[in-house]
């Protein structure tokens, strides 16, 4: 089976601009969820959804968005980046309680 | 909140020792806890895990060990090589669909 598909890999952005990071999970997998990486803060959760249903989010702002559609891939948006945005942001399918990571796409603000 | 601590941030240790990080979680919900290693440019990827009703899990040279009464888990690695040179992260889960990771561990194997 394929991995778990994160594109693009690399992106860089400017301040004010909003970015759109897409996610394809292992096939039959249908639980989704998007983890923030920054140095010192470890992995932080977004947001999981499973069946196009966002069954729990994390403390982001509202610029933080998802969606999944009907064959489980997703996609995650944030609105009017900041500086602070600058991170590693990685995407997960879950089975049997175990998370398989994509290998992320790291988003550089300026 | 919901918080895990992980210790240390940074451990170096000579080829051939043990390597111990440490995870305090405080979610008394928590009955699962995994460990993740990072590889540079990869994603993270499960080493082991464990799960509330057990207190200690062995895989070959890595292991781990769960005490809920203190809320401590911690990862073993037993007779250390080049290739276990990556970032550890340890997680709690309490069945909310999120987990709960600590901050890292970057772990260096001299040779």
């Known amino acids: 089976k394929a991995g778990v598909t994160q594109t693009p890999r690399y992106l860089i952005k400017t301040r004010g601009q909003q970015v759109t990071l897409s996610c394809s999970p292992i096939?039959?997998?249908?639980?989704v969820s998007w983890y923030q990486q920054t140095p010192g803060q470890g992995l932080q959760f977004l947001f999981e959804?499973?069946?196009?249903?966002?069954?729990n989010k994390g403390n982001f702002p509202g610029r933080f968005s998802g969606r999944q559609f009907s064959n489980s891939r997703s996609e995650m948006n944030v609105s009017t980046l900041e500086l602070g945005d600058s991170a590693l942001y990685l995407c997960?399918?879950?089975?049997?309680?175990?998370?398989?990571f994509g290998e992320g796409s790291r988003l550089t603000v300026l | 909140g919901e918080n895990v601590e992980q210790h240390p941030s940074t451990l170096s240790v000579q080829e051939g020792d043990s390597a111990v990080i440490k995870c305090t979680y405080s979610?008394?919900?928590?009955?699962?806890f995994p460990w993740y290693k990072q590889e540079l440019g990869k994603g993270p990827q499960l080493i082991i895990d464990?799960?509330?009703?057990?207190g200690e899990k062995k895989d070959q040279r890595i292991a781990v060990t769960l005490n809920k009464t203190a809320k401590h888990f911690s990862l073993h690695i037993t007779e250390t090589q080049p290739e276990d040179s990556a970032v550890y992260f340890c997680?709690?889960?309490?069945?909310?669909?999120?987990?709960?990771f600590g901050t890292g561990t970057r772990l260096k194997v001299l040779a």
């Open positions: 997960a399918s879950r089975e049997s309680g175990e998370l398989f």
């Open positions: 096939s039959g997998h249908r639980s």
């Open positions: 959804y499973f069946s196009e249903t966002q069954r």
């Open positions: 979610d008394s919900a928590s009955n699962y």
């Open positions: 464990i799960r509330s009703n057990v």
């Open positions: 997680a709690a889960y309490s069945g909310t669909y999120k987990y709960i």
